[in-house]
């Protein structure tokens, strides 16, 4: 994300539901991942719906000029 902060993707449970977490986690001084309010706990039978949301944002991107062919996420 930046230098202060990484997006981690997880699958945990959250009062017996359970959840995709897409979330911001600042780095500490000793590079330990503490998670932030900034992001979002989907219900995972959402996950194929976001999964081809971001595959057509991604195509949208290439088409724009946004991404190159090579480009690959960091």
């Given at each position: 994300?930046?230098?202060r902060e990484i997006a981690r993707i997880q699958l945990r449970t959250y009062e017996g539901v359970r959840l995709v977490d897409i979330?911001?986690?600042a780095l500490r001084?000793?590079?330990d991942p503490l998670p932030t309010k900034k992001g979002i706990s989907l219900n995972v039978n959402s996950l194929r719906e976001l999964i081809d949301a971001l595959t057509e944002a991604?195509?949208?991107a290439r088409t724009m000029g946004w991404l190159s062919d090579t480009a690959?996420?960091?």
């Open positions: 994300k930046n230098t979330r911001a986690h001084e000793n590079d991604e195509r949208i690959k996420a960091a």
